[in-house]
């Protein structure tokens, strides 16, 4: 039985596993497959990058603090983060991946760099 590419339909030649009959054929193939969630999935990491990216740049030192409004000012969006933490004295801390901050009094944030072993 003879193997066709499985996006454009041409024989195959070489491996007997091979799927593609090249890089471009298997991307397009792919892509085609995920275009309805990537788009989706592509401006949710936009955000969660951005709003890390804000911390981090406000957190030099691992640990900083700040007024919402500054946040809000750069384009942090709160609806969106990677993980929640709460602490066994009963803070809630909200993670864009290893930067994350807690909701202080009058408008403040406490912001926090989490370094967990590779």
Do not use: W
């Not at 969006?77 to 801390?93: A, L, M, P, Q």
Request: net charge positive; charged share 25%.
């Amino acid at each position: 039985m003879e193997n066709l590419c499985l996006y454009c339909g041409e024989k195959l030649v070489g491996r007997i596993d091979k799927k593609f009959c090249s890089d471009q054929c298997r991307t397009t193939y792919y892509n085609q497959i995920n275009k309805d969630t990537s788009n989706y999935m592509r401006r949710i990491n936009y955000i969660l990058r951005k709003n890390r990216r804000i911390l981090a740049e406000l957190n030099p030192d691992g640990k900083a603090k700040t007024h919402k409004d500054t946040l809000l000012n750069r384009g942090f969006n709160f609806k969106f983060f990677t993980n929640v933490y709460k602490t066994k004295t009963g803070n809630t801390y909200f993670f864009n991946y290893d930067q994350g901050y807690m909701m202080l009094d009058h408008g403040y944030i406490m912001i926090v760099s989490r370094m967990e072993p590779v």
